[in-house]
Each structure stands twice: as C-alpha cells, then as structure tokens.
C-alpha cells in the first residue's frame, strides 16, 4: 500500500513517526511520501517537505503569509494526487490538512484524519466538513469520543500514541555526565517549538532563572530553530540549553515550566510538576478569545475537566505569577503533592492500547472496504 502523510508541525512529526512504525508493522511493504519532520524521516524514506519551512501560527501571521500558506497548499495538492496513495493521512494541522481532504475528493483518495481538528474548542462548522471529506476519524483523547457522536463521522478512539511513547521511554542513566551538568536540580524550560512561541515565551523564561539561582535551569531545543536563533535571546543569562533532548531534560527535572501544547501532556506523562504557559501577539489572542469555546489551554486540564496545572496566559504571564507558581511545585512547594495525585488520576484515562498499531489496523479496515 501506499500512504501519503501530512505533519505539519513538530507534535505531528513525533506521532507521524509513531503510526508509521505501526503501518510497516502490519504492512512491511508499505511505501511513504510525506510532509514531515526528522522524526518521519527516521522511520522511512519519502520526506517532501520539512514542517520547519511551512510551520505558522497565529491569526495575524497566517495573514501576512497567506500567499505562501497558498502555494504550499497547491503544491502538497500536486504531490498527492501524483503519487496516487492508497489513503492520504491528515495528522492534526488543521488550517492546512482540512484543505487537503477536500482537494483529496477530487482525485477519490481515501482520507483518514489522525489526531482530530479540536472542534470541540473552537470552529465547530468543521464537523460538517469532516462528514464531506473525512472517511475515518482516529480520536486520541478519551473526551472525544462522546463529542464526536454528534457528527456522520466513523470515528475510533485508538488510545494515545504519546502515552505509549512515555510508557516505553527509559531516560538515559548518562545524561548528566554527557553533558557535563553539576549537582543542582534541574528545572526544564520548554519554550515551544515554533519561532514565534519561542520569541515570546522565553524571555520571561530567562528572568526566572535569574530568581532561583540555587537551581539550574535548561532549556529543551529543538534543531530545527537552530542554536543562532536562541542565542540571540538567551544572551548571558544562567542557563543551559539542549537540543532534542527534552524527555532526558524533563525525567531529570525536579519540574518544569511549558509552553502550552501537547509538552504539557508529555510532562505530565512523565510526572513532573509543571506551569503551562502561553502568550500571543495581542490581536491574535484577541481573536483567539472570542473564538475558543473551551475553558482550559492545558491538555492535562481538559482531559480532567479542571484545573490541575496552572496556566499563566497572555497578560498574566508575568515573572511574579511564574515565581509564585514554580514555587508551590517545586519539592516542598503545597500544590506539588495534589498535582502527583492528579496526574495518577490522569494517567488512568489512557489505556496502554498501542496506539500506533491500533491506528493501523483502522486504517487496514477502512481500506479493505
């Protein structure tokens, strides 16, 4: 068989590269093409387009970059309808991928969509869409699955390939000596992986490595930013930075501060306590507020339904609130062992279903029939 897969950020690399792994376990033969990231590529050969070249967000950036965002659409288009997949896979990046369906209904390719559009938080008329130009829905949080009986949709829920990823993960026993850090413990820093998240949420960052001095402070990178870009932010402020490392940053954390996005749900997969953080271009978060219907930013929040992690967003991202919260969560802190508690809580949503294989084997059906 033969699939075309499209990523479009650094998250869906990660789970790209997982349900690829589980395709060529039940197919050995399949052949890839794909828009991605290293993560793919490490699986398979076929990477057309590194997300790190198409990766936008942000209302107002979207716009100034619209004739861009077009050309890539139509580009991606001629791809997939060149090389005539048996099924076209659509994981989460919506803007773009809900594009890709509809074009995909002109040629008759089959569409699975991995990783739903979060309707549910806000552009709810997608639903309809995804009745039009969806043929399987695979839902990777339990909440969903009740919020999706509302749509003509087939849709599975195939547990959470990040949680079977965390379940498999072992933290290197080296790490430390690898890279030369001292005795302090360790608080991680996870900007986001994107430039624009970067720009914004790290300064504060720096600031609050500044004000615990007894702690070392290292920031997960990511290689596709490249190490110019942070230093030109970092400058000679006290902390490390590591690339590609952030699961070995994070199990070594005593806790951790995270740029809202699927790294909140990863650490809190991996029990360490955490802020969720995020801040907008104004006029983006404007709009984003008065469009986004669910209460929470934090995955690890909506999938309790409260408030477990706290969430420093937009004006109240501030260095005081940040000393504050990594206060209360470091050891000894008076919400570190409530939040323990809740994150067990959390980890008792996501069965160990092998995510990855279950995916496949929806896809397998959906294409026999």
């Known amino acids: 068989m033969k699939y075309f897969?499209?990523?479009g950020e650094a998250s869906g690399d990660l789970l790209g590269a997982s349900l690829m792994e589980g395709i060529l376990a039940k197919d050995p033969a399949a052949e890839f093409a794909f828009w991605g990231g290293d993560n793919m590529a490490a699986v398979a050969p076929g990477l057309l387009q590194h997300f790190k070249d198409i990766s936008i967000m942000g209302f107002v950036e979207v716009l100034l970059k619209i004739r861009t965002i077009q050309a890539n659409m139509k580009r991606c288009e001629a791809q997939f309808?060149?090389?005539?997949?048996?099924?076209?896979?659509l994981i989460d990046y919506p803007g773009f991928n809900m594009r890709m369906a509809k074009a995909a209904r002109k040629y008759k390719i089959k569409t699975c969509y991995f990783i739903a559009p979060k309707i549910w938080a806000w552009n709810e008329k997608r639903g309809k869409q995804l009745e039009q130009n969806v043929d399987l829905l695979l839902l990777i949080f339990p909440f969903e699955v009740n919020y999706f009986k509302k749509w003509n949709i087939p849709a599975t829920y195939i547990g959470n390939p990040l949680f079977d990823q965390i379940n498999l993960f072992k933290k290197s026993a080296d790490f430390k000596h690898r890279y030369q850090l001292n005795d302090k413990p360790i608080i991680a820093l996870l900007p986001g992986s994107r430039k624009q998240e970067v720009k914004r949420m790290l300064p504060n960052m720096l600031l609050l490595a500044e004000a615990f001095p007894q702690y070392q402070f290292i920031i997960a990178g990511t290689?596709?930013?490249?190490?110019?870009?942070?230093?030109q932010i970092i400058k000679n402020h006290p902390v490390n930075i590591l690339?590609?490392?952030?699961?070995?940053?994070l199990a070594y954390s005593e806790a951790a501060v995270v740029c809202s996005g699927t790294a909140s749900l990863e650490t809190a997969f991996l029990n360490i306590p955490h802020v969720c953080v995020?801040?907008?271009?104004?006029?983006?978060?404007w709009i984003a507020s008065m469009l986004v219907k669910v209460k929470w930013a934090s995955l690890v929040n909506l999938n309790l339904n409260r408030e477990v992690v706290k969430e420093l967003i937009q004006n109240n991202y501030q260095l005081a609130n940040l000393k504050l919260e990594l206060n209360a969560i470091l050891l000894g802190g008076n919400k570190r062992k409530q939040m323990?508690?809740?994150?067990?809580?959390?980890?008792?949503?996501?069965?160990?279903?092998?995510?990855a294989l279950q995916a496949a084997e929806e896809i397998n059906k959906m294409l026999a029939i």
């Open 5 to 7: 897969l499209i990523a």
């Open 340 to 355: 323990m508690e809740d994150y067990s809580k959390l980890h008792s949503l996501f069965q160990n279903k092998n995510a």
């Open 243 to 249: 690339f590609d490392e952030t699961r070995n940053i």
């Open 81 to 89: 309808s060149n090389y005539k997949p048996d099924v076209l896979i």
């Open 278 to 285: 995020y801040a907008a271009q104004p006029i983006t978060y």
């Open 223 to 231: 290689s596709n930013l490249g190490s110019t870009y942070y230093q």
